[in-house]
């Protein structure tokens, strides 16, 4: 190796290690696809805000993270070495902008054309309509089994085409015929992958969970593991709560059934009275649940 590429790997193996010191939030990002004019304007954007974009070679980012590691240096972020892989880029940023950052990341995207051999990103259609090919065009078409007609002197597709779907290869035919009607299908752009956050790594679809989607995920899993609890027959702090309450349903059925017993406790003995003379309680609650309808048709 040269003295300046020598140089050059050094200088940029200091600078990974100096920012995975600094930071302790990193997003990986995908660069599939992404030209270099793009990745200047999103790296500049980004130094905006103070983050920071490094791209480079898998080992070299690799290798400046082990040497990182090995001087007892944040051991969690060993985490990302699996990460490292593909065409990568490393996020590093401060504060609570996680979300913020992903969005912003993921917005700053630009059109592209469907280049022949790709892989399609998403599935293309083309609709039926008029279009803004010439007569000229209609050879061209009719190859491509695309049924038209001539209207206002220019080509009509008479119904819609499915070129190719999301995961095929884009094929030379299809890439010319939307090249002539200058349609760019496709968006490019940074991709987050996955994310460290002091210690844990995620995928980066977690940032996109609202609160209530994670107290739904608590609440489940709460609920499965009293419902564990309580199947198996040992109490835990979720279950708890259930095994009172069904405890206390069979004291409320053991004075219910057994007139001898006299309970001591005013909940219990309004229950008794109720089982005893239903027809009153009736009457008596009858007032009391008609009273809130008709505040609320006032």
Known sequence: MSGAGYERKKKYLARVIALLSKYDKVLMVTVDNVGSKQLQTVRRQLREKGDELILGKNTLIRKALKRFLDNDNKPAMSQILPELYGNIGLIFTAGDRLKELKDFIEEAKVPAAAKAGAIAPVAVVIPSGLTDLEPTQTSFLQALNIATKITKGKIE?????????????????????????????????????????????????????????????????ISNVAAIGLSIGVPNMASLPHTINNGYKNIIAVYAANEDLTPTREDIKKM??????????????????????AAATA
């Open 157 to 221: 597709i008479l119904n819609p085409v499915n070129l190719f779907g999301k995961g095929d290869r884009v094929g030379s035919s299809a890439a010319a015929l939307l090249q002539k009607m200058k349609i760019t299908p496709f968006n490019y752009g940074l991709t987050v992958r996955s994310v460290y956050d002091n210690g844990s790594l995620y995928e980066s679809f977690v940032l996109d969970l609202s609160d209530a989607d994670l107290l739904k995920k608590a609440s489940v899993a």
């Open 272 to 293: 008794k009275d109720v089982l005893a003379n239903p027809e009153a309680f009736a009457a008596a609650a009858a007032p009391a649940a008609a009273a809130p309808a």
